[in-house]
């Protein structure tokens, strides 16, 4: 089966970083992506990451590590408008399905 | 990008009854096609996979005779809730994969039973 935890909530200050942590278990591991979800409206993608490393896009960033099941979100400059929910999700090609498995989310609070 | 839709965005219906929620691929096709559930405060849960033409595969604890998944062509999967009770209001989102693999989302169905 999967498992995939993460943070419940955090706080950081606007214009601040912060480091969202994902550590996960699946047996048909195909990638990893995380979502950005406001309250009320359908996840919005951020970034996937398939082998070891860091993925830069603008103000966020995430790594992955395979052999140690874990990966980060990182924002910078962080703005009022990214408190959200920010959602790990792992790709599992059991069954050939390729389907994306959720983690619980984090939501973010950005304070002024 | 590629987009998709659902119908309705939102809906409230009396308890007992049923409701069928489209989804739709509008630029693109797609074989497989996903449905979520969210409650309020939740992470997204996998409900069932469809693929079109041939029976959804649905995910453990999740009831197939009371969400009824219909993937009958390359851009519409239908759910529809049978039977609706209030423990079934919630965020109903699909989502729809193309040939590369790529999954976008709807922007999700609220449903209110009362």
């Known amino acids: 089966g999967q498992n995939i935890d993460q943070p419940t909530e955090m706080t950081a200050t606007e214009g601040a970083i912060v480091q969202i942590n994902c550590t996960y278990q699946?047996?048909?591991?195909?990638?990893l992506f995380w979502y950005q979800q406001h309250a009320g409206e359908a996840p919005t993608f951020l970034s996937y990451n398939v082998l070891d490393g860091l993925e830069e896009k603008g103000r966020f960033s995430s790594f992955l590590s395979r052999s140690k099941g874990y990966s980060y979100l990182l924002l910078k400059e962080l703005q009022m408008k990214d408190s959200a929910s920010y959602l790990c999700a792992v790709r599992d090609r059991k069954d050939s399905s390729y389907k994306l498995i959720f983690g619980s989310g984090t939501r973010l609070l950005v304070r002024p | 990008g590629a987009v998709v839709s659902q119908h309705p965005s939102w809906v409230i219906c009396k308890s007992g009854t049923s409701v069928k929620i489209e989804c739709r691929s509008l630029d693109f096709q797609a074989t497989t096609m996903f449905w979520y559930r969210q409650f309020p405060k939740q992470s997204l849960m996998l409900m069932a996979t469809s693929n079109e033409g041939s029976k959804a595969t649905y995910e453990q604890g999740v009831e197939k005779d009371k969400f009824l998944i219909n993937h009958a062509s390359l851009t519409l999967s239908t759910l529809t809730v049978t039977s609706a009770h209030p423990e079934d209001s919630s965020f109903y989102i699909c989502?729809?994969?193309?040939?590369?693999?790529?999954?976008?989302f709807g922007p999700g169905t609220r449903l209110t039973v009362t």
């Open positions: 989502s729809a994969r193309d040939r590369l693999y790529e999954q976008y």
């Open positions: 699946t047996s048909g591991f195909n990638g």
